[in-house]
């Protein structure tokens, strides 16, 4: 089974703050997905990354299979990124079975 | 190309009564996976299918769940009698490829049982 950890539980920040979520997970994995969730609202996968970095306008989510540890970076934060961000790697056993970390709140002021 | 797509939204049942939520994956895309959300708690895995076979069932409580994708139609989660304790977001993702290739999410069906 493995164990994926969030850090921080929850973020505040001001508006065009450079944001970072880190993400720990205890066994190797192939890919590891990066997930947003609006208050109330469906789930939008941002990223499933293997190795390196990936890029989509402001977000940019890197990863460390070695180290087990991925990040997920947001520049000139905007209050409409306020979420939770959850990251999510499959299980030893089953690739079909995604654990998921507890989840990110940030929030961000104008 | 619609996404993935839920339903219903929101749905309200009194204790023992049936719940069953749709799910229609994404165009061309043959796996779905099912999970739930508990209020104030994160994901947790329920099932997944293919179509018309169930390949891992490990999340889903052993009375009362059951799911489905049949032949033609959208995947179906069914809850028989249920209990608050069932009231949370139910959350549908589909998947081109097996083992979590990049999966679509739904907006996810609320279930709140009186």
């Known amino acids: 089974k493995n164990e994926v950890e969030q850090s921080p539980q929850n973020l505040t920040a001001q508006e065009g703050e450079f944001i970072t979520i880190n993400c720990s997970y205890s066994?190797?994995?192939?890919?590891l997905h990066w997930l947003q969730q609006h208050p109330g609202g469906g789930i939008v996968s941002l990223f499933m990354?293997?190795?390196g970095k990936k890029k989509h306008g402001r977000l940019i989510a890197t990863i460390n299979i070695q180290e087990k540890h991925s990040s997920l970076h947001i520049t000139a934060s905007h209050p409409r990124d306020s979420a939770v961000y959850i990251c999510?790697?499959?299980?030893?056993?089953?690739?079909?079975?995604?654990?998921f970390g507890e989840g990110t709140q940030l929030t961000v002021n104008p | 190309n619609a996404g993935v797509m839920q339903n219903p939204r929101h749905l309200v049942r009194r204790r023992g009564q049936e719940a069953r939520l749709r799910c229609s994956p994404m165009?061309?895309?043959?796996?779905v996976y099912w999970y739930r959300q508990l209020p104030e708690e994160g994901l947790k895995f329920m099932v997944y299918?293919?179509?018309?076979?169930?390949?891992?069932e490990s999340g889903m409580p052993k009375e009362r769940f059951s799911a489905e994708f049949p032949k033609e139609g959208p995947s179906i989660l069914r809850i028989q009698q249920v209990v608050r304790g069932d009231s949370a977001a139910y959350f549908c993702?589909?998947?081109?490829?097996?083992?979590?290739?990049?999966?679509?999410f739904g907006e996810g069906s609320r279930l709140t049982v009186l």
């Open positions: 993702a589909s998947s081109p490829l097996m083992n979590t290739g990049e999966l679509f």
């Open positions: 066994v190797g994995i192939s890919a």
């Open positions: 990354l293997s190795s």
């Open positions: 999510a790697g499959p299980e030893e056993t089953s690739g079909s079975r995604l654990t």
């Open positions: 165009k061309g895309h043959s796996h």
């Open positions: 299918l293919q179509k018309e076979n169930i390949i891992d």
